[in-house]
């Protein structure tokens, strides 16, 4: 059973970055799409960001373009997700999660395993 483990998260000040990671274990990430989420006190759950299997293919909310940049390593089964020019409105836990297809997806119910999610603060 494939488990993803977040990390990289922290207290940052608006303007700054950050690199969060996604290892996974017990079982390759290779196959599978990948996407991060995010969810902030009292909102739902919401996308932003996907890579397809070969890396090829990204999509990102609209939220993010420009800022956010989702890559992946599928030799070392890790995703990453580096922040840019981060703003108080990026707070929240992020969530990296696993696709059921080889192919970018933006629905959450297109995933089926997800990490415990790792906090973002962006002070302003």
């Known amino acids: 059973q494939v488990q993803l483990v977040e990390s990289g998260g922290g207290l940052v000040q608006a303007g700054g970055s950050l690199r969060l990671s996604c290892a996974a274990s017990g079982g390759t990430i290779s196959n599978s799409g990948m996407g991060w989420f995010r969810q902030a006190p009292g909102k739902e759950r919401e996308f932003v960001a996907s890579?397809?299997?070969?890396?090829?293919?990204?999509s990102y909310a609209d939220s993010v373009k420009g800022r956010f940049t989702t890559s992946r390593d599928n030799d070392k089964n890790t995703v990453s997700l580096q922040m840019n020019s981060l703003k108080p409105e990026d707070t929240a836990v992020y969530y990296c999660a696993r696709g059921r297809s080889p192919t970018i997806a933006t629905l959450p119910a297109s995933y089926d395993t997800w990490g415990q999610g790792t906090q973002v603060t962006v002070s302003s």
């Open positions: 890579i397809s299997r070969t890396g090829v293919s990204t």
